[in-house]
């Protein structure tokens, strides 16, 4: 390689490897602050743990047990900016916490011990009075100003209780929010791009070494072509590959090291008929969510599994699928077993270790590690939540500012993500409008549409007046209008990209309309 400055022009500031949402994250925020920015991901956007979460913007009610109040107070904060940045793919849940004599804590946590010291004839209860405080602190940790408090519910005669077995009695009810993860990815890389940054999908790094303080980087993409690109600073967003990268990719040497915990999720036919979500306490100390997908069936996780290589993907085992049913059993008078399962899914959160004894108890917070040992810098980027992603970025820009010796400023905070360009509380009004523009496709389909695209939806359809407009009939409302934009846009390769990333359709497709949607993607990228 010559002298950096005989390529100073086609020097990026940032590269970042990694399409996940901190990835992603962190090139949209550096774009907007002016740097030259690259971003590979080996596979599809979000196709390892940022699709695989249990899609909550949430403050982690339970690392208040922990004592994480940093972590939980970032978290609450960020709730309501980020929801009101991208209202088509985030919108509030209420969250029904069944409480009962029962309720034991995991002997690990902190608060756990504290009792156990101070009120030994306790023995590992959780307390009622404990939960009330703790959903206190969750109400005002983070300057609440959209979502509603807590409340209390009487089971025995309200809707939310219907579901449940007869034993519980009350109930507490708390907000957080859903987010629509692997969309939240997406919007985040088409906003890299649209601010200028190189977005390079099905591109995978394959080294890095660096020459006179430039990183020299070699990518293959999906059709074997190999390019060189340079950059003076790699951002390693690998996600469950971090640990692989440093070792491996860029070769650094570093004691930082990656814990990977599994966490793996059911979707069952709907369990309820209320749009309500279920924070269930178990006996064992840990908890369980039992939350309303996609209209018509119901979300049951997670699970924390140690999984020892990121090369072997993560799958929901039958241990894991016994425990999270037999789990919600001690709740639902409904008996679910393996046969109502439709749907499993499974993702590794790629947590920074720091020696924890159990894969529950490890840290969910993001770590940040500056690392120049082979003569040019890298950012590794370990651990975090998708709620704290967009501070994670933040975070990121302050050490890459340093780094690079540059004074830029954040942004982020409100900016909307494409689509989301509308207030909090106008979802349905945008969708009565769509309604009008296209008469001719049901009040689900339209639903989908405004949830998937926001303020885009109008204009994608904006030349369609019939049916007939709307092309080629895949089913379930999704047209080829639709996935020649998606094509066009959204970097859509093949049918899995749309049925499981860019929407959730998958659910609802046979093999005989998942290979027809197949075929036509392959025809018209050939």
């Known amino acids: 390689m010559s002298n950096s400055a005989d390529h100073e022009n086609e020097v990026y500031d940032v590269f970042v490897i990694g399409g996940g949402i901190n990835g992603c994250g962190i090139a949209r925020d550096a774009a907007g602050r002016g740097y030259r920015v690259a971003l590979a991901e080996m ?87 404990l939960i009330r405080f703790g959903l206190f602190l969750y109400d005002h940790l983070g300057g609440r100003k959209i979502l509603p408090a807590t409340s209390s519910i009487d089971l025995t005669s309200s809707v939310e209780g219907e579901p449940l077995l007869d034993k519980y009695k009350n109930a507490y009810e708390y907000s957080d929010c859903w987010v629509e993860d692997s969309r939240l990815t997406l919007l985040n890389a088409i906003d890299a791009q649209n601010r200028g940054a190189t977005i390079l999908d099905r591109t995978k790094v394959v080294s890095a070494k660096q020459e006179d303080g430039i990183w020299e980087i070699h990518t293959l993409d999906a059709n074997d072509n190999a390019t060189v690109h340079y950059a003076k600073m790699i951002v390693n967003a690998g996600g469950p590959w971090v640990g692989n990268i440093i070792q491996d ?13 599994r966490g793996s999720h059911i979707i069952t036919k709907k369990l309820y008929d209320h749009d309500k979500c279920y924070f269930f306490q178990g006996e064992d100390g840990r908890i369980m969510f039992a939350i309303p997908y996609e209209e018509d069936y119901t979300l049951i996780g997670t699970t924390d599994a140690e999984h020892l290589d990121p090369s072997i993907k993560p799958e929901c085992s039958d241990e894991e699928a016994d425990y999270m049913i037999s789990f919600v059993n001690n709740y639902f008078k409904k008996n679910l077993t393996r046969d109502d399962v439709v749907w499993s899914y499974s993702g590794v959160r790629p947590l920074y270790d720091d020696g924890a004894s159990s894969a529950s108890a490890a840290t969910r917070d993001y770590v940040l590690k500056i690392n120049d040992t082979a003569g040019a810098p890298v950012l590794n980027v370990f651990g975090g939540k998708i709620t704290t992603y967009r501070k994670l970025a933040e975070s990121s820009l302050e050490k890459i500012d340093g780094v690079l010796d540059k004074q830029t400023a954040p942004w982020t905070a409100g900016v909307s993500l494409p689509g989301g360009d509308f207030p909090v509380d106008q979802v349905a009004n945008l969708q009565n409008e769509l309604a009008g523009q296209l008469p001719f496709l049901n009040g689900f389909t339209i639903r989908r549409l405004i949830r998937q695209y926001g303020t885009q939806a109008a204009n994608i359809f904006g030349e369609v007046s019939s049916i007939e407009d709307m092309g080629i009939d895949f089913g379930h409302g999704i047209y080829s209008r639709e996935i020649d934009w998606a094509i066009k846009n959204e970097w859509v390769h093949n049918a899995q990209d749309f049925l499981w990333r860019r929407s959730k359709m998958g659910l609802r497709f046979d093999a005989g309309k998942h290979e027809k949607l197949e075929k036509y993607i392959t025809q018209k990228l050939s």
């Not at 990719?249 to 915990?261: A, F, I, M, P």
């Open 249 to 261: 990719t860029v070769r650094l040497k570093t004691n930082e090291g990656v814990r990977l915990v």
């Open 43 to 129: 596979n599809d956007f979000a196709s390892a743990t940022s699709s695989a979460s249990t899609k909550l913007f949430h403050g982690g009610l339970r690392y208040l047990e922990y004592f994480k109040f940093r972590l939980v107070r970032e978290a609450l904060i960020e709730r309501e900016i980020l929801l009101s940045a991208m209202p088509h793919i985030s919108w509030p849940k209420r969250f029904v916490l069944p409480v009962y004599p029962e309720m034991r804590f995991e002997n690990s946590t902190p608060t756990s011990k504290l009792l156990s010291t101070f009120m030994p004839w306790m023995k590992g209860s959780r307390p009622k009075w």
